[in-house]
């Protein structure tokens, strides 16, 4: 059985930084491509990061690049996204997703943890 | 960017008719759409892919069609659990991928 076990979230101050992982199991980790996708509090989904399978390819949305880093340890089975210069607008649930099958070109999130909530607030 | 336009916001429907969700692309996305379900305080669970397929164990009263930029989810009879909201989502043009605002299915 898939899962996908995000932790990390918190409450941070702006400016702040913090570190989310997701904790993969019941598949061949490095085979596939993990997302980042987050979801403000009463709002629709949001896109934030992409990586492939092997790590070496990543993507951003415009709003995160340059702030938010995303990796992955194929070794620990683990998908992290390192997000500083923390904002008000990056207060959302975040949920790590990923794509339902190995190797196919713009493929869909055919699975999804149960997201980890980041509070940026003073 | 792609933009997706979902419609309506809100449909307000009864338990045993069809319901039908409309996703309207700004430009051609081909059939690399998706539908997503969310009920409240659940993650988004993979309705439909490659803009017609179901996903492992959805129910055959949800399909989808379409192509290009006009794209429709319909579930044929309502049940009770389908009252959610929905989400499509492109990834032709990437990045950015992205999602409709989403459509509100509500009890009548």
């Known amino acids: 059985e898939v899962q996908l076990v995000e932790s990390g979230g918190g409450l941070v101050q702006p400016g702040g930084s913090l570190r989310l992982s997701c904790a993969a199991s019941?598949?061949?980790?490095?085979?596939?491509?993990m997302n980042w996708v987050r979801q403000a509090p009463g709002k629709g989904l949001e896109w934030v990061s992409y990586?492939?399978?092997?790590?070496?390819?990543?993507s951003y949305a415009d709003s995160v690049k340059g702030r938010f880093t995303i990796s992955r340890d194929n070794a620990k089975n683990s998908l992290y996204l390192q997000m500083n210069s923390l904002r008000a607008e990056d207060t959302a649930i975040y949920y790590c997703?990923?794509?339902?099958?190995?190797?196919?070109?713009?493929?869909?999130?055919?699975?999804w943890g149960q997201g980890t909530l980041v509070t940026v607030s003073s | 960017e792609i933009v997706l336009t979902q419609s309506p916001a809100t449909l307000s429907l009864s338990p045993g008719e069809r319901a039908t969700l409309s996703c309207r692309a700004s430009q051609s996305v081909s059939t690399y759409l998706a539908w997503y379900q969310q009920k409240p305080g659940q993650a988004p669970r993979l309705l439909i892919y490659d803009a017609s397929n179901r996903a492992t164990g959805i129910p055959a009263r949800f399909s989808g069609s379409g192509s290009g930029t006009d794209f429709t989810l319909t579930i044929s009879s309502l049940e009770p659990e389908d009252f959610a909201v929905y989400y499509c989502?492109?990834?032709?043009?990437?990045?950015?991928?992205?999602f409709g605002q989403g459509t509100r299915l509500e009890i009548k």
């Open positions: 019941g598949f061949m980790f490095s085979s596939f491509e």
């Open positions: 997703a990923r794509e339902l099958r190995a190797g196919a070109a713009a493929d869909s999130f055919g699975y």
């Open positions: 989502q492109q990834r032709s043009n990437w990045p950015p991928i992205t």
């Open positions: 990586i492939s399978g092997s790590g070496s390819s990543t």
